[in-house]
């Protein structure tokens, strides 16, 4: 098989030069001690006079209450919408007049709070994320105004063959479980929801019992252990109930979700690996080789590079709290979708049966482990990237040995999880919008109860590259 990795040897190296000192700061995390329910990771970094701020709290979509899908991205989208003495213009301006950014967004077992601040503006931008968490005021004006923009995200999903695959999957891969409904919810639920729903919610989610800190900047363990011990002293120490287990993964076989346009995009995946299994590093190692390395994975090479198929197509292994998926992604014309998928499979099966070659392992090996420092080349980068290990509930000591982990991977390895994983008879595949000439009924409700196909073909005339759902940072 030919090289696809043409002079990446002596990029990786030039990177490991320009990088050198990017491990030895990302190695050297400290954890403040915030008592026994709360977890603080921080990398000092007086480079520039900034502090990044990454939050993890209980309260994600798989909390959101029977009939009340999207709560949770709900409650965060109106974080910033005033609190204690502050309406919703009043926090804003307070946020702006000192430059601080203030995001939040659910995930399926998180709501993950992104804060940078000076370094002088820390003290307030803690202040203002205490009174947020603390005493949010839910205002009739901002519960509207936010319900609406919620309402046209979520009627735009249903013209969006991407977005419409993505849901769809969810809801046939995870069944009966929390994590199948849609992060952002239903146009009923959210419609549905009211001052009392948000205010229950974020009394027993928005608490500091599972809480997960990363920090990364300008300033002093001692200093950072005061701001964060202050700001989240009021914070209530409730527990959040316990996510239920997954039972049954997947529902093999395609699905589809009628939408009349020239371009479908089928969501495809199969059961993962877990974070914590021994076999999850292979399988990372192997998901690069198969479909998560761009223009260097056997998935882009067969479908895009010699049949002309789609413009990109990628995989990603992703776990949740509770579960893991294999994630995959293409689009392409209504004609060609059955051999696009039917590629796929052949891909798949091929690589269960025989494996990578030992240049295809060595390439996968020099770029995830000469990539890795990238993610450490800013504070904002070093905060995420601790955030999400955290989330997976990794060590601190695990940034350090990541890298020889993944050199550790063997042959046999990838090959032994290939057989594993790799399973193209347990492939669950949602299409958003028709094959050409299907035959195939569509999968009831797994397009969730709002879908209403519009009549007109959305304007999407070419293949192009495909954002993955919900997808992990790097491992």
């Avoid at 003495?85 to 430059?99: I, P, Q, T, V, Y």
């Avoid at 940078?116 to 009174?131: F, I, R």
């Avoid at 269960?352 to 450490?376: M, V």
């Avoid at 046999?412 to 594993?420: C, E, L, P």
């Amino acid at each position: 098989m030919r090289r696809r990795h043409s002079g990446l040897g002596v990029i990786m190296a030039l990177l490991a030069l320009v990088f050198l000192q990017i491990p030895a700061r990302a190695a050297s995390i400290q954890n403040i001690d915030l008592g026994p329910h709360a977890q603080v990771w921080f990398a000092e970094d007086h480079t520039v006079p900034i502090v990044v701020f990454n939050i993890s709290l209980p309260a994600g979509s798989a909390y959101d209450p029977p009939g009340k899908a999207g709560l949770a991205e709900f409650a965060g989208s109106m974080i910033d919408e005033g609190a204690g003495g502050l309406d919703s213009k009043a926090f804003h301006e307070a946020l702006a007049n000192r430059a601080i950014t203030f995001n939040a967004s659910a995930e399926r077992d998180f709501l993950v709070i992104s804060i940078s601040t000076l370094k002088e503006n820390a003290p307030e931008a803690m202040h203002l994320l205490q009174l947020a968490l603390t005493r949010p005021r839910f205002e009739s004006e901002a519960l509207q105004r936010v319900r609406a923009q919620i309402i046209q995200s979520l009627q735009q999903d249903q013209v969006e063959p991407q977005r419409l695959a993505a849901r769809g999957f969810m809801r046939a891969f995870f069944g009966g479980h929390a994590y199948a409904h849609p992060v952002s919810g239903e146009i009923d639920s959210i419609s549905s929801v009211n001052t009392a729903d948000l205010r229950n919610f974020v009394r027993g989610h928005w608490v500091k019992n599972g809480l997960k800190i990363a920090v990364a900047g300008d300033i002093t363990a001692p200093a950072l252990a005061k701001l964060l011990g202050q700001t989240f002293q009021p914070v209530s120490g409730a527990s959040p109930p316990p996510l239920p287990n997954v039972g049954r993964l997947g529902a093999p076989g395609i699905h589809i979700i009628p939408l009349p346009v020239p371009q479908p995009t089928a969501i495809f995946g199969l059961p993962g690996i877990m974070r914590h299994d021994p076999d999850f590093i292979p399988a990372y190692v192997a998901n690069y080789i198969l479909g998560g390395g761009g223009f260097s994975s056997r998935l882009t090479d067969e479908v895009r590079v010699k049949r002309g198929l789609t413009y990109g197509i990628s995989t990603a292994l992703t776990s949740y709290d509770k579960a893991s998926v294999l994630l995959g992604s293409v689009a392409t014309r209504a004609d060609a979708i059955r051999q696009t998928l039917q590629v796929v499979k052949d891909t798949m099966a091929n690589f269960a049966a025989n494996g990578p070659t030992q240049q295809e392992l060595d390439d996968a090996k020099t770029y995830l482990t000469g990539s890795f420092p990238l993610a450490f080349s800013s504070n904002s980068g070093t905060a995420a990237q601790l955030g999400t290990f955290q989330r997976q509930n990794l060590d601190i000591g695990y940034v350090a040995r990541r890298n020889s982990l993944i050199e550790a991977v063997t042959l046999a390895d990838v090959r032994r999880v290939g057989k594993r994983l790799f399973d193209p008879a347990r492939l669950t595949v949602v299409i958003g919008g028709s094959p050409a000439g299907a035959a195939l009924p569509p999968a009831a409700g797994i397009g969730g109860p709002n879908i209403t196909p519009p009549t007109k073909p959305a304007a999407k005339p070419l293949a192009g590259p495909v954002t993955m759902p919900n997808i992990a940072k790097k491992p």
